[in-house]
C-alpha cells in the first residue's frame, strides 16, 4: 500500500499545485494546458487513492484519503508540494516529476499487480504529454532570454537536491533529464552531500501542511460534501 | 505569434477551421491547439497555420468576388437528368 500511497499523493500533490496556475499563466493557452495536466494528475490520483484505500483495508475511500488525512500521513516526495516561485519553477518541477511518473508508470504497466497496471497504462499516456509539454517550455526558457534562463538555472538549481528522493530509476530518470537540460543549454547541477529527504516517510515542509488545509478547508467545513 | 488551427474530426473528414490561438512558435501551437481544441476527442490530425500566412479576401470585395456567382445558373448542375437508380448523385 505505501508505494500505491506514494504515487497516488505525488499526483493528488502535484495536480494541487498546478491547478494554481489555473488564471495565472502568461496566456489562457498555457493556463488551459497546465489546467488539463493538473486534472489528468488529479485522475491518476483518485484510481490510485481507491486502490490504495482497499489494499489497506479499513474502508477509506478515496474522499478519506485525500481530505482526511492530516501532513504526516502523506506519502509524497517533498519535490511536488514545494511552492512555485515562478513559472520557471512549475516547468522544471513538471520536467523532474514527469520523467519520474512517465519511468514508474511504464514500469507498473507492466508489471505483476493488474491492478496497478490498468491503472499505469492509462496514467503512463499522460505522463508523456506532461514530460513533452515541460520539456518544450525547458527548452525555451532555458534557450530563451536572458531573464528567462536566468530564472531556469535558478529554478533547477532550487529544485535539483529534492530530486534525489525519487530514487526509482535514477540512472533513466538522469538520461531523461540531462537531455532535456542539454537541449534548453542548461548544465545539470552537482548532487548535494546531504538532501533533503523524508517524504516518503511523512516528514514534510511546513509547505505541505499550508497546502492541505486549503485543499482540505471545504471537506473540513462541510463533512461529506458532495457537488 | 498568432494561429489558425484546423482540425480533422475524422479519418477521411477534411481538416476544418475551428479557431486560433496564441503561441510562442508552430511546435508549442500544435500542443496548445490539442489542449485548447481537442479536449473532448474532436479530432484525429491537427494543422496550425501562421494566421499572417492566410491571404484573405476583404469584405470589401465581396461584391466583385461573390455577387456575379449568383445570376449564372448554368453553373449549377440543374439542367442534367439524374438518371434512374444513381443514390449517391
Known amino acids: 500500500m505505501t508505494d500505491v500511497l506514494a504515487l497516488a499523493d505525488d499526483a493528488l500533490v502535484a495536480a494541487q499545485r498546478l491547478a494554481w496556475w489555473c488564471s495565472r499563466a502568461h496566456d489562457l493557452e498555457e493556463d488551459i494546458a497546465l489546467a488539463n495536466i493538473a486534472l489528468d494528475q488529479l485522475g491518476a490520483a483518485r484510481l490510485l487513492l481507491t486502490y490504495a484505500g482497499e489494499l489497506e483495508g479499513a474502508g477509506r475511500d478515496e ?125 545539470r547541477p552537482a548532487d548535494p552531500a546531504d538532501p533533503p529527504t523524508g517524504g516518503r516517510a511523512g516528514r514534510h515542509t511546513p509547505h505541505l501542511a499550508a497546502l492541505l488545509e486549503e485543499m482540505q478547508s471545504l471537506h473540513r467545513a462541510h463533512p461529506g460534501v458532495t457537488w | 505569434m498568432l494561429f489558425e488551427v484546423f482540425v480533422r474530426p475524422r479519418r477521411g473528414l477534411s481538416h476544418t477551421h475551428v479557431g486560433s490561438l496564441h503561441a510562442p512558435d508552430p511546435e508549442m501551437a500544435l500542443r496548445n491547439a490539442r489542449d485548447v481544441y481537442t479536449r473532448r476527442q474532436e479530432g484525429v490530425s491537427i494543422w496550425v497555420v501562421p494566421a499572417e500566412s492566410i491571404t484573405a479576401s476583404s469584405p470589401d470585395e465581396k461584391d466583385a468576388f461573390f455577387d456575379p456567382a449568383a445570376d449564372k445558373v448554368y453553373r449549377h448542375p440543374t439542367f442534367y437528368e439524374v438518371p434512374e437508380g444513381a443514390p449517391h448523385l
Open chain 1, 63 to 187: 474522499d478519506a484519503l485525500a481530505y482526511l488525512r492530516g501532513p504526516d500521513e502523506f506519502r509524497n516526495c517533498l519535490l511536488v508540494e514545494l511552492p512555485d516561485e515562478d513559472f520557471a519553477w512549475a516547468i522544471t518541477r513538471l520536467l523532474f516529476l514527469s520523467a519520474h511518473q512517465w519511468l514508474r508508470y511504464g514500469e507498473l504497466a507492466a508489471g505483476p499487480d493488474p491492478r496497478l497496471a490498468e491503472i499505469a497504462a492509462r496514467a503512463v499516456k499522460e505522463s508523456a504529454y506532461h514530460l513533452d509539454h515541460a520539456r518544450l517550455w525547458t527548452k525555451r526558457l532555458g534557450d530563451g532570454t536572458p531573464e528567462s534562463r536566468r530564472r531556469m538555472t535558478a529554478a533547477v538549481a532550487g529544485l535539483w537536491p529534492f530530486t534525489l528522493e525519487l530514487v526509482e530509476n535514477r540512472a533513466a530518470w538522469l538520461e531523461i533529464v540531462d537531455g532535456a537540460l542539454a537541449d534548453a543549454t542548461l548544465e
